[in-house]
């Protein structure tokens, strides 16, 4: 995988380099924390095939937990960010224990009605603001020393965050444990008469999956400074899938190579064309799952190990 | 005047009467989910879409043709059937070899698109469209008063779902449909037409999700999201009555209906969670589901 590192190279000092080059820094953020959302997704849709319908429930619900923690209780980030993480693996244990009972197309529809109480829950819950949200989270000094209302600072910690995440996400998907999820992936029954308690190990995968996407989330309240209703709603549930797929799900820098494509596209056309914002994304969503379902990342591996096979 | 728990009673039976209303369109859409995963294998996200585009269909009938709700009640369910029949063509149609959760993502995108289109060409508001005037009016049962058109929407619902399970069930045509889900490649060496049963199927699912949304139509506003948090809810009554059995179906569908008025009484900051939690409890009872297997 020669290939594969000089291109994660390229992008880290591309990354590096991006605000110096005069990229918005809040755009890049914004980025990062939904490629690390994308990146946790893959966890669970590429890795154990496991199509949750429902991870906005805990991007969101760390959002609103980080921002009311730091808003109100006057935490500083890190403590703000542990709590988001906290609760969204709790919360990811609890929608996973229920949604694990059920398997394929079952599990997807669990999870997505399992998302939907969580966004009535935060629509009528004291704490969030209801329709409008939290608005004007600070981001405080992390440690007590920086200072993260400078967005350069604010944009290397994201990044330091997302690299160390990306790392571990590797390091999880190669690891043993890793490895007993993609034979459940392979071939579930016979893992089952292997005797490996199956359903210990997907919820276990889709705990540490909630509870990234919490970080994700967390660190996307800090960064944009608000965590509304959107962030739990099953819009921005379609959205991960979407990039996962788009890029490649079952790749490393697929998710990335996803969230970068979708988050850039939005950005460029919620000002030119509004409403039809959906109708694209759910064209690209045809298109995906009818011809193109190895996703970016996916179709140039296969390239690639056509032209290496023959040697 | 009589109370239960401190509320008038015909404050509850008009919850109730509402509830039912709601438990049709959802034994109705059910339903049609259930049909169409049983032959197809595929779980249809854009059920809900269907169902706006059946209640659109009528109010732009009604707008630019002035055709009546008898003929909208027919016309704008065939017309969305149509449509359903050319996505299957189109897309569905490569998908069956491959995993179900394929045949989501592709219905999801194409519920996309179909809301995307109608919230840019009608906006996000709420239209109205009028109640027939055969249905305008009330029946005074002495102890409560019932609007004609709430009666008439579960009388037409359930007649609908006995007429499909009659179909299924008690006639050839249905022996065929159930013979394709069993084994499809036998039944092509018998020399029925497989392919276009499945078209027909996807067509017939989609016409009764389009139909419940010309039923819906004067009792909600019609929207172009009408549909988009309703299909969860269906896929709530879906995991918890499972898709296997068509009774199961309308009953699960017609009784949550009920549970969800019921709690529009009692405690009504819940009303919209109510069946999640349902699901929810009953998957740690009866993982699966109240009647039968995956």
Redesign the interface.
């Known amino acids: 995988m020669r290939g594969g590192q000089l291109v994660g190279l390229g992008l880290i000092v591309l990354a590096l380099c991006a605000p110096l080059l005069g990229v918005y820094p809040v755009f890049l953020m914004k980025l990062l924390c939904y490629a690390m959302f994308a990146c946790a997704f893959n966890l669970l849709l590429g890795y154990s095939?496991m199509?949750s319908?429902g991870h906005a429930a805990f991007f969101g619900s760390a959002a609103y937990v980080t921002g009311w923690l730091v808003t109100t209780r006057g935490c500083g980030p890190s403590l703000g960010i542990l709590g988001g993480i906290a609760a969204a693996a709790l919360l990811g244990f609890c929608v996973g224990a229920?949604a694990v009972?059920?398997?394929?197309?079952?599990f997807?529809?669990?999870t997505?009605?399992?998302a939907?109480?969580v966004y009535?829950?935060c629509l009528?819950a004291p704490f969030t603001g209801g329709e409008n949200g939290l608005q004007s989270i600070p981001r405080g000094r992390l440690f007590g020393i920086v200072d993260l209302d400078r967005d350069a600072n604010m944009y290397y910690f994201v990044f330091a965050v997302f690299v160390a995440i990306y790392l571990l996400i590797r390091r999880i998907v190669t690891s043993p444990f890793g490895h007993v999820l993609q034979a459940i992936r392979e071939n579930e029954p016979r893992a089952v008469s292997l005797g490996i308690a199956v359903d210990r190990y997907k919820l276990l995968a889709f705990v540490l999956s909630a509870a990234i996407s919490g970080l994700a989330g967390a660190l996307k309240a800090l960064s944009l400074g608000f965590a509304t209703l959107s962030d739990v709603s099953?819009a921005t549930s379609?959205e991960v899938?979407l990039m996962t797929?788009l890029g490649g799900s079952g790749t490393f820098l697929g998710p990335v190579v996803g969230a970068g494509v979708v988050v850039t596209l939005q950005e460029y056309l919620s000002d030119r064309v509004g409403?039809?914002?959906?109708?694209i994304?759910?064209?690209?969503?045809?298109v995906?799952?009818?011809v193109f379902?190895r996703g970016i990342a996916g179709e140039i591996e296969s390239r690639y190990a056509v032209r290496k096979a023959p040697r | 005047m009589s109370t239960v728990f401190g509320v008038p009673l015909p404050a509850i039976l008009g919850q109730l009467t509402l509830g039912l209303v709601n438990g049709s369109f959802y034994a109705l859409l059910s339903l049609g989910l259930a049909v169409i995963f049983g032959l197809l294998g595929i779980v249809n996200f854009a059920h809900g879409a269907f169902y706006m585009l059946g209640a659109f269909a009528a109010y732009i009938g009604l707008q630019a043709f002035g055709m009546n709700y008898w003929a909208a009640l027919v016309l704008a369910p065939l017309a969305v059937a149509l449509l359903g029949v050319v996505v299957e063509l189109l897309f569905l149609r490569r998908l069956y070899r491959l995993d179900p959760i394929y045949g989501l993502l592709l219905t999801f995108g194409i519920a996309l698109i179909a809301e995307g289109i109608m919230r840019d060409r009608f906006g996000a508001s709420g239209k109205s469209y009028p109640v027939p005037h055969l249905l305008q009016g009330v029946f005074d049962l002495g102890f409560m008063v019932l609007p004609i058109y709430r009666a008439w929407v579960v009388a037409a619902s359930l007649t609908v779902c006995a007429v499909t399970w009659f179909l299924i069930e008690r006639t050839r045509l249905g022996a065929t449909l159930r013979a394709a889900t069993e084994n499809p490649r036998l039944l092509q060496a018998f020399g029925i037409n497989v392919p276009l049963l499945v078209t027909a199927t996807y067509g017939a699912g989609v016409g009764l999700a389009a139909l419940a949304g010309v039923l819906a139509a004067p009792v909600v506003q019609v929207s172009p999201l009408m549909g988009s948090s309703l299909v969860i809810v269906v896929f709530a009554v879906v995991v918890i009555g499972g898709m296997g059995s068509i009774i199961g179906a309308i009953v699960t569908g017609l009784l949550l209906g009920l549970i969800e008025g019921l709690t529009k009484v009692v405690y009504p900051e819940a009303s919209n969670i109510v069946v999640f939690v349902i699901m929810a409890l009953v998957l740690i009872w009866r993982p699966a589901g109240l009647f039968g297997g995956e």
């Open positions: 095939k199509l319908f229920i009972r059920r398997r394929g197309i079952y997807a529809m669990i997505l009605a399992l939907q109480l009535f829950v009528q099953q379609g899938i797929l409403a039809w914002v959906p109708v994304v759910g064209a690209i969503f045809v995906c799952v009818t379902r």
